[in-house]
């Protein structure tokens, strides 16, 4: 039944010593767990003794680990706990973030196990750093930003379907993590996966967007460390900071474009900018109203200063996009990665994996798992009884 | 708990059942709770359902419409008497079998099969791949929800409307849609009105 041909030697006693190590316990505290010498442990953990079934039940058991998640074929991404902790001696939240660090970790793993089962490969093309050198980094951020636009083909509009183009086009990983609220995001290169981004699930859409663009410059051109990145920057911060910060703005709003769309709605409103135009403006390109204001000053087509008058005039941008009806529609954000949420939902359809597998691959329970793969194979047709029509994959394969 | 016909009951309250026992994955677990009826099912086909521990832990919750806002009902296990349902947990000569099938899908159902097999129980599952995983060891067929249903319905003669609800509930509450491939297929849908 189980191809063991395929089974990477030792990733079953990598795997046991990660999880031992993300359970906080020492090799003599596991050891006097399951009732073994600590020597006996240490050399399960590496692989010159195997496991025993019992043995593996009962570490499956102290480490609060599926057993069958600890006998995957592959052994854990590690790189990526390991990255961030190199970049956490520096950050005060370091309690906070490694809970979010260990999430990621484990959404990684669970994609890398997907991509095996489903023998298939991440999209996107692997794309070399781009060193920025000792270019300024707000003109390094632009430049890059708008060379990136050209190699998507998006042009200098607003870009609406922001994730996908990151997830599908570029081959970026994205996740939804709950994060600390001082930290918009982060980003981390794991050489099996690529580039894997993590944004704060509790900030707002366009915060988010925001956070991911800036991610992405991190991607470009710094790669080799992992990065942490606090909703407020500090005084002076640094140059890779900058530069993944112009790039954002750039990427998200182009010269070109914004200045155009300016212009055109300005003449629509008898030459005057009113809080209504950059709320109009901000709305289209999906962006705060802060970041676009901040924005229109760089690019000067605003006095400096504007953002500064309208927050101590009490401006408040929500109420006036509700008032204008230019709301964002928060719709319920999905925490996975489309593709990793597809790829899951097609293996379940080919009966490659049960339903409490596709359950813990989404991160919910049972019933979640259904309504999940309900939605994800609904057509926009409706039964006869005027509920939505699913397309059965599971059906249609035969 | 739904209409029913007591007096069609095969066994009434208080006769002894036979020691008769149904190994229930996650899943059709779930779906049995969903009716609210368990406990009348297990006592009219006279048998007792068993879950292995780890699937017990899998089966989270139904989801309930109450004042327009859809909540997570947790599905109580334990709120059933041993009679209805039992959770059992797997001895040391089961862990080779359950290890084993732990490489291939996920530890609940490991387990249960682990015991199917070992034990000698009747299995209920739908999943597709669990099913896979007992044809290849030569198990007998496992049963599926709508063969539970069908045969309780059968038994106490429930009429259309009371089936209708029941079978409904599991729709909604456990958003459970049979494959087009169950033998019961046609008759959930002839009763639920979809098509």
């Given at each position: 039944m189980t191809n063991h041909a395929n089974l990477e030697p030792n990733a079953l006693a990598s795997r046991l010593r990660a999880a031992r190590e993300s359970s906080g316990l020492t090799q003599a505290q596991a050891a006097i767990e399951l009732g073994v010498s600590r020597p006996l442990l240490i050399a399960i953990e590496k692989g010159t003794r195997a496991a025993t079934p019992e043995e593996l039940v009962k570490l499956a058991e102290i480490y609060g680990k599926p057993v069958s998640e600890l006998q995957r074929s592959s052994p854990p991404p590690i790189a990526i706990g390991a990255r961030f902790r190199a970049a956490l001696a520096s950050a005060t939240e370091a309690d906070d973030l490694s809970e979010a660090i260990g999430r990621l970790e484990n959404q990684a793993d669970n994609y890398l196990d997907l991509l095996r089962r489903a023998r298939s490969e991440a999209p996107g093309r692997y794309l070399p750093a781009r060193g920025i050198g000792h270019l300024d980094p707000w003109q390094a951020g632009e430049d890059l930003a708008t060379e990136e636009r050209n190699r998507l083909g998006i042009g200098d509009g607003p870009i609406r379907p922001l994730r996908d183009v990151l997830e599908i086009e570029v081959g970026l990983r994205v996740f939804l993590l709950p994060l600390p609220?001082?930290?918009?995001g982060v980003f981390v290169y794991a050489d099996e996966l690529g580039g894997c981004i993590g944004v704060n699930i509790s900030h707002p859409a366009e915060r988010r967007r925001w956070t991911m663009a800036h991610e992405y410059a991190h991607y470009l051109a710094t790669r080799d460390r992992a990065e942490i990145t606090p909703v407020t920057q500090r005084r002076q911060p640094p140059e890779s900071e900058r530069f993944a910060d112009a790039f954002a703005a750039n990427f998200l709003m182009p010269r070109s474009g914004l200045s155009r769309r300016f212009h055109e709605l300005k003449r629509s409103k008898d030459g005057k900018v009113t809080p209504a135009l950059l709320v109009q403006l901000a709305h289209a390109y999906e962006v705060s109203v802060q970041a676009l204001t901040l924005r229109l000053e760089d690019l000067r087509l605003i006095p400096s200063g504007t953002w500064d008058r309208l927050r101590d005039n009490d401006f408040q941008p929500r109420a006036a996009a509700r008032l204008l009806g230019l709301e964002l529609s928060e719709q319920a954000a999905a925490a996975l990665p489309l593709h990793y949420r597809l790829l899951a939902i097609q293996l379940y359809a080919d009966g490659e994996i049960t339903e409490p597998q596709l359950a813990r691959y989404l991160g919910t329970d049972i019933v979640g798992a259904r309504l999940a793969y309900q939605e994800l194979t609904e057509t926009g047709d409706v039964s006869d009884d005027g509920s939505p029509q699913i397309v059965d994959l599971a059906e249609a394969a035969g | 708990m739904g209409h029913h016909r007591s007096s069609t009951s095969p066994k009434q309250r208080g006769d002894p059942l036979p020691h008769s026992l149904i190994l229930l994955d996650a899943c059709v677990a779930i779906n049995l709770a969903a009716t609210d009826q368990l406990p009348h099912i297990a006592q009219t086909a006279s048998v007792t359902f068993t879950l292995a521990r780890q699937a017990a832990a899998e089966v989270g919750y139904l989801r309930d419409l109450i004042d327009g806002e859809v909540t997570l009902t947790p599905i109580d296990l334990g709120s059933y008497d041993d009679a209805t349902l039992e959770v059992t947990i797997l001895t040391p000569a089961e862990y080779p079998l359950y290890v084993d099938l732990a490489r291939t899908v996920d530890d609940g159902e490991a387990a249960t099969i682990a015991v199917a097999a070992t034990r000698g129980i009747t299995l209920a599952t739908d999943d597709r791949k669990a099913r896979r995983v007992c044809a290849e060891l030569h198990l007998t067929e496992p049963m599926r929800t709508l063969g539970i249903l069908h045969s309780y319905a059968d038994t106490v003669g429930l009429q259309h409307a009371q089936l209708r609800n029941l079978l409904v509930k599991i729709r909604d509450r456990a958003s459970f849609q049979p494959a087009r491939s169950d033998p019961d297929h046609k008759w959930w849908q002839e009763i639920v009105g979809d098509h």
């Open positions: 609220r001082s930290v918009a | -």
